[in-house]
C-alpha cells in the first residue's frame, strides 16, 4: 500500500485538524523515554497531522477516510504510557481523543465514560455519588480512562482489586472497526479481551463501562523501616489481613527514598526503606494495632495527622512509574523493568535479586493480589550503563522464574508475555484488514514467524531522515 496522507488529510479538513510541527510532534510522542533503548529508537518519529473528533460518528468519519487512503491510524489519549505505545511508528494521522471525554452515566457500582475523561474527572464525577473508580495509574491527574484501558495493566487499587484485565475489572467496551464500512461492536465477559490492552491496534474504544466501589477519604501514610525485606513482608502481611481495606502498598528500597525524594528530606534516613500506603479510615485502628505488633516499622508520615509545613503531596504520586520519573529527574542515567514476582515464592525472588544486584537493581514494589492471592509487581530501578547489560539483567531475571514485562520493547508481545494472543490477532484480522491500526506493534500481524531471540524491528518504521 501506498499512503496517501494528503489526500485524508485534505478530505478530513472540517473537523479538528492539527498541523502545527511543534504541536504534531508533542501529541506524538509519549514517555517512551523512560527508556534509554525506546528514546534511541523512537526520539524522532511523528506524525503527518493530527485529528481530533469530537463523537463517535466523527471517528468513524476519519477511519473511513484513512482506510480509503492507506492512512495510517494511531489513537492517544494524554500520551502518559511508557512503552511507546502511543507513538506513530509510519506516520500518518494521529487520532486524539482529547474531545471525546464525557462522564454519560453513573449508576450504583458502574459508570459509562467517553475515552478522553482524565482518570481524575471520572473519579470527582463518581464521588458525587459517594463512589469511586477501583483503580487508576499514578498518572491519575493528567491519564484518560481509554488510554488506562488500552495500554494499562493496573495501578492504584491493584491491591484489592488485580490487574485491569481480571474477570470484573471491566462491564463493557464499545469499539469501532477500521473497514471500508466501520462497523460498532459491543464487547463484554470473553470478548473484552480481544481489545483491553491492545494499544489500539485493532479497533477504537469510543465508550467503556466501568464497576465502581464505594469512595473513602483514604488515609495515606509512609512507614519507615531500616531493612527493605522487613519493609517488603510488613506490606504483604498488611495485604492478607481480610479486616483491613487498602488502595496502596508500595515497599521501596533505600536509599532511594532519600535520594530522589526531595520533598522527604529530612524526614526519611539516608539508607532507608519505606512503604507507601492508602488505608480507608475505618481501618486506621486495626492498621495501629498490626504496625504495633511489627518489630522495625515507625511511621514517619499519616495524611490525617501532619505537622509537616509541607507535605509530601499524594503518596500514590511515589509510587507505580511516577518512582522512576523521580529518580529520572535527579539521575538521568536511571532506567526501570517491569517484573513479576509470582506467589508463592515471591519473597524468596526479591531476596535472590537483591543478592545478585545489589544497588544496580534497587527494589520498587507493588503489593497486588492475582487469583486471590498477594504477590508482587516490581518496577524496580535499574542503574543503565549498555543496552547488552539491560538484557543481561532481564535474562537473570527470566532465568529465576520472573516474569518481566519489558518497558524497553514497543510491541504487545514483547512488552508482555512473548507470546502472541490469538483473540487480538483474530480481531485484527476482522477489524483492520489492511493493518492500518496503530502500526508496527503487534508482531503476529507483520512477522509471525520472529523467534523473539532479539528486540523486534518494524520494517515499516519511518527513517529519521524524512
Known amino acids: 500500500m501506498t499512503p496517501n496522507v494528503a489526500a485524508a488529510k485534505a478530505a478530513l479538513s472540517h473537523l479538528e485538524i492539527d498541523e502545527n510541527p511543534r504541536s504534531v510532534k508533542a501529541k506524538s510522542r509519549d514517555f517512551f523515554w523512560y527508556s534509554p533503548v525506546l528514546k534511541g529508537k523512537l526520539d524522532h518519529l511523528e506524525a503527518d497531522f493530527v485529528v481530533s ?26 500520551g502518559t504510557g511508557n512503552y511507546g505505545q502511543a507513538m506513530p511508528l509510519a506516520g500518518g494521522c494521529v487520532m486524539h481523543m482529547k474531545n471525546m471525554a464525557a462522564v454519560k452515566a453513573i449508576s450504583p457500582g458502574r459508570v459509562t465514560v467517553e475515552p478522553g475523561c482524565l482518570l ?29 484501558i488500552a495500554g494499562g495493566s493496573g495501578g492504584v487499587g491493584s491491591v484489592r482489586w488485580g490487574s485491569l484485565r481480571d474477570l470484573g475489572n471491566i462491564i ?26 491492545a494499544y489500539g491496534t485493532n479497533g477504537i474504544i469510543t465508550e467503556l463501562e466501568l464497576p465502581l466501589t464505594a469512595a473513602y477519604d483514604w488515609v495515606e501514610l509512609i512507614v519507615g523501616f ?84 509541607r507535605g509530601p503531596g499524594a503518596v500514590f504520586e511515589y509510587g507505580w512509574n511516577h518512582t522512576t520519573l523521580r529518580a529520572l529527574r535527579v539521575d538521568p542515567a536511571i532506567t526501570y523493568l517491569q517484573v513479576r514476582y509470582g506467589a508463592p515464592d515471591h519473597m524468596e525472588k526479591v531476596a535472590e535479586i537483591r543478592r545478585i544486584f545489589g544497588e544496580e537493581v534497587l527494589q520498587h514494589l507493588e503489593v497486588i493480589r492475582s487469583n486471590g492471592r498477594v504477590h508482587f509487581a516490581g518496577l524496580p530501578l535499574v542503574r543503565f550503563t549498555t543496552e547488552a547489560r539491560l538484557d543481561e539483567i532481564v535474562k537473570i531475571h527470566e ?39 496503530n502500526p508496527g506493534k503487534m508482531i503476529a500481524w507483520d512477522e509471525p514467524d520472529h523467534d523473539y531471540s532479539g528486540m523486534y524491528a518494524y520494517r515499516g518504521m519511518r527513517a529519521a531522515a524524512e
Open 226 to 309: 531500616d531493612d527493605f525485606m522487613e519493609s517488603a513482608q510488613y506490606a504483604n502481611d498488611l495485604a492478607l489481613e481480610d479486616g483491613i481495606l487498602l488502595k496502596l502498598a508500595t515497599p521501596i528500597e533505600g536509599p532511594a527514598p532519600a535520594k530522589y525524594f526531595p520533598r522527604l528530606a529530612g524526614r526519611v534516613g539516608d539508607r532507608q526503606s519505606v512503604v507507601m500506603l492508602m488505608v480507608a479510615p475505618q481501618s486506621m485502628d486495626a492498621f495501629e494495632t498490626f504496625t504495633a505488633r511489627r518489630g522495625g516499622a515507625s511511621v514517619i508520615y499519616r495524611s490525617d495527622d501532619c505537622d509537616w509545613e
Open 172 to 197: 463493557r467496551l464499545r469499539v469501532v472497526t477500521m473497514e471500508a464500512e466501520p462497523r460498532i461492536l459491543e464487547f463484554r465477559g470473553e470478548e473484552l479481551a480481544r481489545v483491553s490492552h
Open 399 to 437: 532465568d529465576l522464574g520472573c516474569m518481566i514485562f519489558n518497558p524497553h520493547r514497543y510491541t504487545l508481545e514483547e512488552g508482555g508475555r512473548q507470546s502472541v494472543d490469538d483473540r487480538q490477532l483474530a480481531f485484527k484480522r476482522e477489524a483492520d484488514p489492511k493493518g492500518l491500526l
Open 53 to 78: 473528533p469530537k463523537s463517535e460518528a466523527e471517528v468513524i468519519e476519519v477511519l473511513k477516510v484513512c482506510y480509503d487512503h492507506d492512512c495510517p491510524v494511531t489513537t492517544r489519549g494524554a
Open 120 to 148: 481524575k474527572d471520572l473519579d470527582a464525577a463518581c464521588n458525587k455519588s459517594g463512589q469511586e473508580i477501583r483503580m487508576f495509574s499514578s498518572t491519575w491527574a493528567t491519564a484518560t480512562v481509554g488510554g488506562f
